[in-house]
């Protein structure tokens, strides 16, 4: 069956150190991806996304990259800081569809 | 511009009873989504809709229904809620889905059945 899933569910690193956070999709339809960070008690906020004509997109510390040869994305926060702790969800979609599939989740703790 | 809320935050129910969750967005988005997340795992769809007067069922419909009278109103009904559906339930919307737009989230309901 199709997924999207991580392959670790919590990270620990070191503030200022930089984290990379990965996720495997197994639908090679799959056109569109996109990355959600949730804080405790608050809901999904978007951070970046990428269509498959795409191999990397650059945000603001933020770096997704995608390999659809083996059907892989990850997440590269940069200097990571104590206010990126949080759950990071990568989520997928193809064109047509009417919704998101998420993943499971990775928890990103970062030690002071 | 309050983009995605949810009504209420905290609710805890006997099992058996029946309330409704209600989300409001104000971005004109023609699509939304009601997810349920589950300690461990990521976000399930159970309905979702493309406009108003429409609905249809998403990955985990099965106790819930719901109805979009209003573009800018979606909303979910337990109609006998179970201790399964506790959960906490996020809203969500978007522009439109063609299979690459973003999703917007509500601050979620925390669900509680006992």
């Known amino acids: 069956g199709e997924s999207v899933g991580l392959h670790l569910p919590t990270l620990s690193v070191q503030e200022g150190d930089n984290s990379i956070i990965n996720c495997a999709y197994s639908?090679?339809?799959?056109?569109?991806f996109i990355w959600y960070k949730q804080e405790s008690g608050k809901g999904p906020q978007f951070i970046i996304d990428?269509?498959?004509?795409?191999d990397k997109r650059q945000g603001q510390r933020v770096t997704v990259l995608l390999n659809k040869t083996v059907k892989h994305l990850s997440l590269q926060i940069a200097a990571t800081q104590p206010g990126d702790s949080a759950v990071y969800f990568c989520a997928e979609n193809r064109t047509g569809r009417r919704a998101l599939t998420f993943g499971s989740g990775t928890r990103l703790q970062v030690q002071p | 511009n309050a983009g995605v809320t949810q009504t209420p935050k905290f609710r805890v129910l006997k099992t058996g009873q029946s309330m409704t969750l209600l989300c409001a967005q104000d971005m004109n988005h023609e699509y939304m989504y009601w997810y349920r997340q589950d300690p461990g795992m990521g976000l399930r769809l159970i309905h979702y809709?493309?406009?108003?007067?429409?609905?249809a069922k998403g990955e985990v419909p099965d106790g819930y229904n719901v109805s979009r009278l209003k573009k800018q109103n979606f909303l979910l009904g337990l109609e006998s809620a179970a201790p399964s559906q506790t959960s906490v339930y996020f809203c969500?919307?978007?522009?439109?889905?063609?299979?690459?737009?973003?999703?917007?989230f509500g601050q979620g309901t925390r669900l509680t059945v006992v």
């Open positions: 639908n090679s339809a799959s056109d569109y």
């Open positions: 990428i269509r498959s004509n795409m």
């Open positions: 969500a919307s978007s522009y439109r889905d063609r299979g690459d737009t973003e999703a917007f």
């Open positions: 809709s493309v406009g108003e007067g429409t609905t």
